[in-house]
């Protein structure tokens, strides 16, 4: 069966120092990634999506960014965070490339910037 | 560009009643492929049900869900609401290419006894 691991759980940053979320699959050979942004009480939003190690395509950046060093671990970051940065960070995989894949939600990160 | 509609922010209503929650969405491509998911307080979003077949019920835990194009609407629907079915419930739409989803804001459900 296939995991979703993220980390940290939650983190409480100053705004303008770095960030770095981590999220890992495990039981799944080359899957598609993704993260989101959740906005208390709001939508989400997609951010970046990967189809393979090395290789991130951007859908909305909000100052992010986002790497795949491995096959299996999806990576958002940033040097400098501001207070929109505030939220729910959920890394997501699906299995199959296509229209009508669905995709699995990782447990989230929540993130607070003061 | 593709967009998905959902008017309810927040529905509360008891136990045993109906539940509808509607969604429509805007694309310019003639086959889109729809989906519900729902997120229950603390925990990550899980699909619902999904569908790109025009006119054709799609059933999972309870709730239906047909794809209508001539009116691009994809209502969730659910005859009897239970109180687990208290939840953030999201519709969303796949862009042609598959590599986005686009959701909707989201309609949060608040079934009391």
């Known amino acids: 069966a296939q995991t979703i691991h993220q980390w940290p759980v939650a983190e409480i940053k100053a705004v303008g120092s770095p960030l770095s979320l981590g999220c890992t699959i495990k039981g799944k050979s080359s899957p598609n990634l993704y993260w989101y942004w959740q906005a208390t009480g709001g939508t989400l939003q997609q951010l970046f999506y990967?189809?393979?190690?090395?290789?991130v395509e951007s859908v909305v950046q909000l100052n992010l960014s986002a790497s795949r060093p491995k096959d299996d671990q999806f990576i958002l970051s940033t040097e400098k965070l501001l207070l929109s940065h505030s939220g729910f960070y959920l890394c997501?995989?699906?299995?199959?490339?296509?229209?009508?894949?669905?995709?699995?939600f990782g447990p989230g990160t929540r993130l607070t910037v003061l | 560009g593709d967009s998905v509609t959902q008017t309810e922010g927040l529905v509360t209503l008891t136990e045993g009643l109906p539940v509808m929650l509607n969604c429509t969405y805007q694309?310019?491509?003639?086959?889109?492929?729809l989906f519900w998911y729902v997120q229950h307080l603390n925990e990550s979003p899980r699909l619902l049900l999904k569908?790109?077949?025009?006119?054709k019920r799609t059933e999972h835990q309870g709730f239906h869900a047909t794809l209508h194009k001539s009116s691009s609407s994809f209502h969730l629907q659910k005859s009897s609401a239970q109180l687990s079915d208290s939840a953030l419930y999201y519709c969303a739409l796949s862009d042609q290419g598959g590599r986005a989803l686009i959701f909707g804001t989201g309609t949060t459900v608040s079934v009391s006894p």
């Open positions: 990967s189809i393979t190690v090395g290789q």
């Open positions: 694309t310019i491509y003639s086959n889109p492929f």
């Open positions: 997501a995989w699906s299995p199959d490339w296509g229209n009508y894949a669905e995709q699995f």
């Open positions: 569908s790109f077949t025009d006119n």
